[in-house]
Nanobody, 126 residues
Framework: QVQLVESGGGLVQPGGSLRLSCVVA????????IGWFRQVPGKEREGVSC????????HYAASVKGRFTISRDNAKNTVFLQMNSLKPEDTAIYYC???????????????????WGQGTQVTVSS
């Protein structure tokens, strides 16, 4: 059974940091690109970052470039999202997801990803 489980969300003040984790099971992480997305109520899910299967290639949304860093530890079946200099506009539910096929590369479209984790809430507020 394919599973992705996010953790590490919480409440943080503006300028603070959080590290999200995405632990996967039921498939070989080495073969798949993994993406992080976020969603706020009433808005579409948006791509935040993505890392290729071999970690050679990483991608970031313009809004988080320079502040967020994606990484992976295939031996631990885990993908991370280090979030620094957080802003109130980063508040959202954050999801990790696997590309649908091992041949897929990183994409900004949520349609290219699945299955998804259940999400972890990140709230940036003073």
């Amino acid at each position: 059974q394919v599973q992705l489980v996010e953790s590490g969300g919480g409440l943080v003040q503006p300028g603070g940091s959080l590290r999200l984790s995405c632990v996967v099971a039921g498939f070989t992480l080495d073969y798949y690109a993994i993406g992080w997305f976020r969603q706020v109520p009433g808005k579409e899910r948006e791509g935040v970052s993505c890392i290729s299967s071999n970690a050679y290639s990483t991608h970031y949304a313009a809004s988080v470039k320079g502040r967020f860093t994606i990484s992976r530890d295939n031996a631990k079946n885990t993908v991370f999202l280090q979030m620094n200099s957080l802003k109130p506009e980063d508040t959202a539910i954050y999801y990790c997801a696997r590309v649908r096929d091992p041949d897929y590369v990183c994409s900004e479209s949520p349609l290219d990803f699945g299955p998804w984790g259940q999400g972890t809430q990140v709230t940036v507020s003073s």
